[in-house]
């Protein structure tokens, strides 16, 4: 990856990635979690490797049912959970009989949309086993680049998450073209963390973490346990991706421990390799673990509060001024009244019914689909079932208080 596509990335990353919500005694941001049982809401990012046997691509289902049995046990104490699958193109080149390498681009399509099938058959059987439900979710950059597309995303991952689903999310390779695709999964699965507002992503790899030097060719390299700042010195320490069918490497996970320290998210390196990999690292298995800094966490709320342009505003009662203070999101029964003409991800304002502002934020509806929604509410005389469905106007990971 070019210098420029990392810079591209963390542009994006600081515009883009969802930050955390406010505490509800004291209002200032929650600190980044510093462990995984500390953590709100958790992406695993799945390596190849660890889920398809290279030797004949099969998935490793037993191995696979320990990782479900670990999730199960983050949603069990309160944690929502998005997992980042790679896999479809090492199961589908197998099933085609492609062996060359590098695939061709029509090959490397034609053998994900074959494995990705699999691929989801397998999550969707083994996580029911433990009570967990999936959802398939394949996305391309224009996915979470592209305002309005990410706002669809966005909301799409929030309402799965609020229905204890569990988001397995990949690149759509079968359409991915060249330049415009992700080129690995930790880079997607950065995305889908500043996309879903999650405060720790871990990449479950083929090694432990961070070494000083490639273990594999120097015999005194050590684990580096601690990054606050992925300097020119940590990025020399990272080596080439090694042989096999992962498209990543250290590289590819530094570039994505960027973009996550910019959104202030917290980001794990870890072996799972073994079985129950989830719980190796709440039990203090060595791994990497990169810090972002509190700037970092409270650049998108200073961006959304100060520079961005208006294109509406929103008068809310003074309940809903109570709840936006104690770091709640804003739904439609709490909404007065609205003005102006704009798009979702649009930036709004909100003000108390007196016009003082409260708050700004990015709106999940666009003015013509909030005027439908407010109208089929009133219709409807606030049922309690549709509030329910509702998603929220404006997201508390998008809002930030003014006043």
């Known amino acids: 990856m070019g210098s420029e596509d990392v810079r591209r990335d963390t542009r994006a990353a600081e515009f883009e990635a969802a930050t955390r919500r406010y505490d509800a005694d004291s209002n200032p941001l929650l600190p980044a ?29 037993a191995w696979l049912n320990t990782l479900a049995h670990d999730i199960a046990r983050l949603r069990g104490r309160g944690q929502d959970v998005a997992v980042v699958s790679s896999g479809a193109v090492a199961i589908g080149r197998h099933a085609l ?34 009570r967990l439900r999936v959802a398939q979710v394949l996305l391309t ?71 000083s030097a490639d273990p594999y060719e120097a015999s005194g390299a050590f684990l580096i346990r601690e990054v606050r700042d992925v300097s020119q010195e940590i990025e020399r320490m990272a080596g ?13 996970k530094l570039a994505a421990a960027r973009m996550a320290l910019a959104s202030g998210c917290t980001m794990i390196i870890a072996d799972g390799r073994d079985a129950h990999p989830l719980s190796a690292i709440d039990d203090g298995k060595p791994c990497t673990s990169f ?20 294109a509406g505003t929103l008068l809310v ?11 709640e999101s804003l739904y ?32 999940m509806y666009s003015s013509a689909e909030l005027g439908c929604v407010v109208r089929r509410f009133e219709l409807e005389a606030g049922d309690p079932w549709l509030c329910g469905q509702l998603k929220p106007i404006v997201h508390s990971d998008d809002l930030a208080l003014t006043e």
């Not at 979690?33 to 289902?61: F, M």
């Not at 080439?240 to 590819?252: D, E, I």
């Open 141 to 211: 950059p224009d996915d979470t680049t592209e305002r309005q597309h990410l706002t669809d995303v966005r909301a799409t991952l929030i309402k799965l998450l609020s229905f204890q689903t569990i988001p397995v999310i990949n690149e759509n390779d079968a359409i991915a073209r060249g330049a415009l695709s992700f080129g690995d999964n930790d880079r997607l699965a950065a995305r889908a963390a500043q996309l879903a507002g999650s405060d720790m992503l871990v990449l479950l790899s083929n090694v432990a973490g961070l070494y």
């Open 240 to 252: 080439a991706a090694r042989a096999g069918y992962s498209s990543g490497g250290m590289v590819s």
């Open 291 to 310: 810090h972002p800094s509190p700037e970092a966490r409270f650049a998108r709320k200073r961006r959304i509060a100060g520079t961005l342009r208006s």
């Open 317 to 327: 009662d003074n309940a809903a001024v109570i709840q936006l203070r104690l770091g």
């Open 97 to 130: 009989n492609l062996h060359q390498n590098p695939l061709s681009k029509t090959d490397r399509q034609a053998a994900a949309a074959v494995g990705q099938i699999q691929l989801s058959r397998a999550y969707s059987e083994i996580f029911a086993r433990h």
């Open 33 to 61: 979690p510093r462990t995984l049982a500390s953590a709100r809401r958790i992406v695993v990012k799945i390596g190849s490797a660890l889920i398809v046997d290279q030797s004949n691509g099969t998935i490793r289902e």
């Open 332 to 363: 439609v029964p709490e909404l007065k009244s609205f003005d102006g003409d704009f798009a979702r991800g649009d930036a709004i304002v909100i003000k108390e019914v007196d016009g003082n502002e409260v708050a700004r934020g990015l709106s």
